[in-house]
């Protein structure tokens, strides 16, 4: 990857006040992009869009929902971008339970909205459909998904995801590929890293526990996830990004997994124990009453990532445990975090040497 392919790039980010988005935006601040956020209000106070004062770095700041197709229309006529990166989301699989039109009206119209607008867009060249590992037909199994696979869903979340991914197939087919512009989708596992304090995660919740001196309750300590820093997928959906600009950018036009290695696919309970071990005196316990239904095996494979794209995992989960507790301790000691999420983003891109060279030198 050419880190100079998105240096001065006009680029389009929905959900650019969430979590992964806020440090997506940072990310492509660091890389010389002229970042137009559209977004809800902070889903969370504290936030990191708040916290790591990104607003600072944006060239535009819209507070909108991608529901409102017209405003979204405007917005991005106005910013001419010519990447697309969308991360707006309702992104919380118990809360679709609880609000399950809310969840299909933001994950499938709204992207649908996004869709439909980059292509009344003529600058727009490439657009990038964040969804989730969830958006599979889960059958509980041990081996990992493919990106070929069935789409499908049991909760609202994970079916709203999945309908996400056949539109976004769709608007590539039917309108967007047919005139240049070079649409993927994007599948990541379960982030963790520094400002997230979004309701019903593990990490997050382990550090409000610790924060409020009580003790951690999970759901099912048995389930499987395949943990990843924040960092490691959204350098995926920058050497995406910067493969559809290219000059074959129809080669890369598909669905991609973005997930750790085998190895970091962990039991719930392995990461609380990580997190314990990291926090001393911190202590959890088992309530199944809270119980939903939730997949308990999930994993990606990212071969063809690894071998189509170059990019590969380079934390592992217990690195990214102990980067996400170095942040929450630094944000605690009242330390500039915006130049703390900058930090680790330039030590992650450290480790490519072929790839994301800018960041360390950037502004």
Known sequence: MQAVALSGARVFLTGHTGFKGGWLALMLAELGAEVHGYALAPPTSPSFFEVAAVSRRLSSHVIADVRDVDRLRAAMREAKPSLVLHLAAQPLVRRSYREPLETVATNVLGTAHV?????????????????????????ERAEPYCEHEAMGGFDPYSASKGCAELLTAAWRRSF???????????????????????????????????????????????????????????????????????????????????????????????????????????????????????????????????????????????????????????????????????????????????????????R
């Open 115 to 139: 869709l439909q607008a980059a292509s009344e867009v003529a600058e727009v060249r490439a657009v990038v459909n964040v969804t989730s590992d969830k958006c599979y037909e889960n059958r």
């Open 176 to 362: 967007l590929g047919g005139r240049g512009v070079h649409v993927a989708s994007a599948r990541a596992g379960n982030v963790i890293g520094g400002g997230d304090w979004a309701e019903d995660r593990l990490v997050p919740d382990f550090l409000r526990a610790i924060d409020a001196g009580q003790e951690l309750v999970l759901r099912s300590p048995a389930s499987t996830r395949p943990w990843q820093h924040v960092l490691e997928p959204l350098t995926g959906y920058l050497v995406l990004s910067e493969r559809l600009l290219s000059g074959q950018g129809e080669r890369f036009a598909e669905g991609w997994n973005f997930g750790p290695d085998s190895a970091d696919v962990r039991s719930v309970q392995w990461m609380t124990e990580q997190l314990c071990a990291g926090m001393p005196g911190s202590r959890w316990r088992v309530d199944p009453a809270l119980q939903l239904h939730e997949a308990v095996l999930l994993s990606l494979d990212s071969a063809k990532a690894m071998a189509k794209l170059g990019w590969r995992p380079r934390w592992d989960a217990a690195e990214a445990v102990s980067r996400t507790l170095d942040w929450h301790r630094a944000w605690r000691a009242g330390a500039d975090m915006r130049a703390f999420s900058i930090g680790q983003i330039r030590e992650h891109a450290s480790v490519f040497p072929d790839s994301m060279c800018s960041l360390g030198s950037a």
